[in-house]
Each structure stands twice: as structure tokens, then as C-alpha cells.
């Protein structure tokens, strides 16, 4: 079996068992409760970190979530996590005047 393969069987099984739309439930919550606190998003890893979702599905999800219109990709900044210049992820605005 490809990687490719495997990847999609296992993308398919956890959309199967409802865990991708728990994870990003638990991320957008994330996103929202904390990004918003700082007024700066949050990367990744800082996802990660508060959330103790594995950064391989933080990163799907929030593709997902971004796909989906409910996040956006912000201004550039330093990760508090790794000090590296990242891409951070905040709420979009229609989606908080929507809920």
C-alpha cells in the first residue's frame, strides 16, 4: 500500500469515527478562547501545546477549519513555542457574528 493510500484510509477512518470534527471543535475553541485573549492568533504548535492534539491533525484540522471559512490566516509573527516566524490562525470575523 502507498503512503498516499494509507494516508487516505486513515483520513477516512477518523472522519468515520467523528474524531476530525471533535479535534476541530477543540481547536476552533482554542483558536477563539486564546488567539483572541493576545490579539494575535496562534500558530501550530501553540495549538498543540494547548489543545495536546498531535501537530500532523492540528495541521489538518486547521486546513479543514480554514477550508471551511472559520479561520483565517493572519500577519506574521514569532511562535512562543519555537521562536520561529509563522503564519498564526485566527477566527474569522463573520464567523463570531454568526455564532
Request: hydrophobic share 30%; charged share 25%; proline share 1%.
Given at each position: 500500500?502507498?503512503?498516499?493510500?494509507?494516508?487516505?484510509?486513515a483520513y477516512k477512518q477518523i472522519?468515520?469515527?467523528?474524531?476530525s470534527t471533535l479535534q476541530q471543535?477543540?481547536?476552533?475553541?482554542a483558536?477563539?478562547?486564546?488567539g483572541q485573549l493576545k490579539d494575535?492568533?496562534?500558530s501550530l504548535r501553540e495549538i498543540e501545546q494547548i489543545t495536546g492534539i498531535d501537530?500532523?491533525?492540528v495541521s489538518g484540522r486547521v486546513n479543514d477549519l480554514k477550508k471551511g471559512g472559520h479561520l483565517k490566516t493572519i500577519e506574521k509573527r514569532k511562535c512562543t513555542v519555537t521562536?520561529?516566524?509563522n503564519s498564526p490562525v485566527a477566527v474569522n470575523q463573520w464567523v463570531k457574528k454568526n455564532t
Amino acid at each position: 500500500m502507498s503512503v498516499t493510500t494509507t494516508s487516505k484510509l486513515a483520513y477516512k477512518q477518523i472522519n468515520d469515527e467523528g474524531k476530525s470534527t471533535l479535534q476541530q471543535v477543540i481547536i476552533f475553541d482554542a483558536v477563539e478562547r486564546y488567539g483572541q485573549l493576545k490579539d494575535n492568533g496562534m500558530s501550530l504548535r501553540e495549538i498543540e501545546q494547548i489543545t495536546g492534539i498531535d501537530i500532523n491533525a492540528v495541521s489538518g484540522r486547521v486546513n479543514d477549519l480554514k477550508k471551511g471559512g472559520h479561520l483565517k490566516t493572519i500577519e506574521k509573527r514569532k511562535c512562543t513555542v519555537t521562536n520561529r516566524l509563522n503564519s498564526p490562525v485566527a477566527v474569522n470575523q463573520w464567523v463570531k457574528k454568526n455564532t
